[in-house]
């Protein structure tokens, strides 16, 4: 990365600009939408530069967020099949012990490894890299916008200031983990970034907050040995999923020894001499105290677009959320927003990184297409795992769809008896005169693969009669799809 941009331009002075070069798209911010963004600008000839305040590019997905998680998911895994070694016909594997040191040591090779290769795909892409905090400057001047970089001094002003010139702006600066009234993040009172620096594994932690961040992190604690509570202040956990697969998400938790607590507001989070005491009130309206060595605060994320002077544009904004159209255009004629800043659009990577090639397209005059909100998967990436895209059975109703449902158990399916894990189901929500599919619902092994499938089955608008008859290979966990487009017209056949 070029590491100072007023160095870049040569210039010895607090305020230059950067050489004369006008830029097609200059992107702010590295995260997955912005890092996208710029291979695809790079793809389709456009002169891009891409804006990081920090030293490496992959913002919170890459660095705490998606792949750091799934790093310890995927080893709290192995660590559960280790558990089962003799069922499986494996002696001798002696006391296993967890080296937590070494699982951290491998989650940042694999961060350090994916940073060299955006920077490898930006060269490719011939995508200039500038380290600095990026701020709007206002609205373009004969059709080209300014976007001022500081090389010091993160999110305030101070520091080298330098200008860069170009045509169009993608915002893409994620968001920061909330934290609740009056608190800190420390070494106890943590959030995504603390807990996954964690010199140890807790004995005891409290989740606050029951959303795809919250349980993934207790799911995986949980399999490490730590006694794990879920406070969740709704009725249930992972509330924006369909009900079903909240209650047997649930129910799994519970059997995992997870002690789920739904209903539940938290009044107080204190420090202990040696830990955190957490005071609720319960869905009886009864008052609870717990205490454990951690807590995880895991209640939202809020938009990184309060310090980038967005206020001398014509952006507007939805409660901190930056208002797009479905091209991710902002009110600003020329900047566009994209990834966990963008108002209605779900915080996940894979939203923000379709949002950038959407956005990128639309620039270069390309064929493109917007982004259908249904066609989203979600993914939390929890044991037992959750796959859903489209309509809940609740909001299609809602929506006035008349609907017939097919659900088909794991139970059924062969390749998770074959893998141990036949517990969770899949669910189709399909309309119920034409049959097209409305949504789909995967709670168990592998959901987070073999919804997929079904997010290509329904951005190709496929019916369940269609569905039923495409070939599933054997044994496999997708035939479990299969089955469940069967359940719809009650012909599953391995139930
Ligand atoms: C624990 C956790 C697990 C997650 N797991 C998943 C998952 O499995 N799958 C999934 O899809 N999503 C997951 N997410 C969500 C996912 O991480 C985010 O949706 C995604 O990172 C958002 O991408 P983004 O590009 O919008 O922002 P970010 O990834 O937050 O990146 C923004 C970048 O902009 C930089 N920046 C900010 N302000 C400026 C500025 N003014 N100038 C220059 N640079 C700036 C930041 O330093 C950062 O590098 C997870 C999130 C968390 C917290």
């Not at 490719?124 to 976007?147: F, M």
Request: glycine share 10%.
């Amino acid at each position: 990365m070029v590491r100072a941009a007023a160095r870049q331009a040569g210039a010895p002075g607090k305020k230059t600009h950067l050489a004369e070069t006008i830029y097609d798209v200059a992107i702010i911010g590295s995260g997955p939408a912005g890092y996208t963004a710029a291979i695809r600008a790079g793809q389709l000839g456009l002169k891009t530069a891409l804006i990081e305040r920090t030293d490496q590019l992959g913002g919170t997905c890459l660095h705490v967020g998606c792949i750091p998680t799934k790093t310890l998911l995927f080893h709290a895994e192995v660590w559960d099949h280790l558990k089962h070694a003799t069922d499986y016909g494996i002696d001798n594997v002696g006391e296993p012990k967890i080296n937590w040191p070494n699982a951290l040591r491998r989650k940042n090779a694999i961060i350090a490894k994916h940073v060299k290769g955006l920077e490898f795909l930006m060269k490719k892409n011939k995508v200039t890299t500038i380290e600095g905090y990026g701020r709007l400057t206002g609205p373009a001047q004969d059709g080209i916008h300014t976007v001022s970089i500081y090389t010091e001094g993160g999110g305030g002003a101070a520091g080298e200031q330098s200008f860069l010139k170009a045509k169009n702006i993608l915002v893409a600066t994620g968001s920061d983990a909330k934290m609740l009234p009056g608190l800190e993040a420390d070494t106890r009172i943590l959030t995504n970034i603390e807990i996954l620096s964690m010199p140890a594994v807790p004995k005891s932690l409290i989740v606050i907050g029951a959303g795809a961040v919250g349980v993934e992190f207790g799911s995986i604690f949980r399999s490490f040995g730590t006694e794990v509570t879920i406070v969740e202040y709704l009725p249930r956990i992972v509330p924006v999923e369909d009900e079903e697969i909240s209650k047997e998400l649930t129910r799994q938790f519970k059997k995992r020894g997870i002690d789920v607590n739904t209903g539940a507001k938290v009044e107080k989070v204190e420090k202990t001499e040696a830990g955190v005491r957490v005071t609720f009130t319960d869905q009886n309206g009864k008052t609870q105290i717990k205490e454990a060595d951690k807590v995880l605060v895991a209640v939202g994320r809020s938009p990184r677009t309060d310090n980038i002077d967005i206020q001398k544009t014509k952006i507007e904004l939805d409660r901190g959320f930056i208002k797009t159209n479905e091209w991710m255009e902002t009110a600003e004629p020329g900047i566009f927003a994209i990834g966990d800043i963008v108002s209605g659009y779900p915080q996940l990577a894979h939203s923000g990184s379709m949002a950038g090639m959407v956005a990128v397209a639309k620039i270069a005059g390309r064929h493109y297409r917007s982004i259908n909100r249904l066609r989203i998967p979600a993914c939390t990436y929890t044991e037992p795992q959750v796959g859903s895209v489209g309509l809940t059975e609740a909001a299609a109703k809602e929506k006035g769809h008349e609907i017939k449902v097919g659900k088909f158990p794991f139970a059924g399916n062969s390749k998770a008896t074959i893998v141990d894990s036949h517990d969770g189901f899949v669910k189709i929500v399909a309309d119920a005169k034409f049959g097209e599919v409305l949504g789909v619902h995967i709670i168990g092994p592998q959901a987070t693969e073999i919804i997929a499938e079904a997010v290509v089955a329904m951005d190709l608008e496929a019916t369940v009669d269609e569905l039923m008859y495409t070939i599933h290979a054997h044994p496999t966990l997708s035939e479990s799809m299969l089955d469940a487009y069967g359940a719809v017209e009650g012909m599953a056949i391995n139930a």
